[in-house]
């Protein structure tokens, strides 16, 4: 069975340029988590899809951030315009509607410079 | 807040033990037990939930002190394969929603 797979594995773009980071969860996870580590800090939650609604965006850091979820299946987070301080690794996590064990993905480092 | 992880490093030797520590200022509905290698997916260990047991797999056991808000991860006659960040996540109140406030990490090295 497929983990969580993330794309890309790395991206680094200059201030002011658009990324979209994607993520595919387990097959027939319902939940859908973004996650956060910026460079030696703690991993901080972003937001949480059930299917493709927004759950809990609480954790979103401002409006240059724009999380999707279109059909319940994959989730793209767009960061638009990037700004130094969006810099970390970017994990998705999933799980099954019900069941809090959370699979995480190998991330998305993103670099802005 | 985020909950405090203790200590932050940690170096050992092949076959000797470590205990990490969570602790929370909030009232702890849950504590997920994650391990990271560089580079690669946090991996799930064990979750424990308020009023449950103490849990453990192989060398690896974690309890939960509700009266504390902490939570132990116990690691046993410790293995190079253990070496990696240690993260709890903890959910709070009446939880189940499986949003995670992670603390900061503790890095464990183990040496032959």
């Known amino acids: 069975e497929a983990g969580v797979t993330q794309f890309p594995s790395h991206s680094v773009i200059e201030k002011g340029q658009t990324v979209t980071l994607r993520c595919d969860p387990i097959?027939?996870?319902?939940?859908l988590y973004w996650y956060r580590r910026v460079m030696g800090k703690e991993i901080k939650f972003l937001l949480h899809f059930v299917k493709e609604s927004k759950q809990d965006e609480s954790g979103m850091p401002n409006n240059r951030f724009l999380a999707e979820r279109t059909g319940g299946t994959y989730s793209t987070l767009k960061v638009q315009p990037a700004e130094l301080e969006d810099s970390g690794v970017y994990f998705c996590?999933?799980?099954?509607?019900?069941?809090?064990?959370?699979?995480f993905g190998q991330g998305t480092r993103l670099t802005v410079v | 807040q985020q909950p405090v992880q203790s200590p932050q490093a940690v170096i050992l030797r092949e076959g000797e033990d470590a205990v990490i520590n969570c602790s929370s200022s909030k009232a702890l509905y849950s504590v997920h037990w994650y391990r990271q290698k560089h580079g690669e997916a946090p991996v799930f260990l064990m979750i424990l939930l308020k009023g449950g047991e103490q849990k453990g797999h192989e060398k690896i056991s974690a309890s939960f002190n509700e009266k504390k808000q902490q939570s132990s991860l116990y690691l046993t006659a410790s293995q190079l394969s253990y070496s990696g960040t240690y993260f709890c996540?903890?959910?709070w109140g009446s939880g189940n929603t499986g949003k995670l406030i992670f603390g900061q990490g503790t890095t464990l090295q183990v040496k032959p």
């Open positions: 996590a999933s799980s099954p509607m019900g069941d809090t064990e959370a699979f």
């Open positions: 097959s027939g996870h319902d939940n």
């Open positions: 996540g903890t959910e």
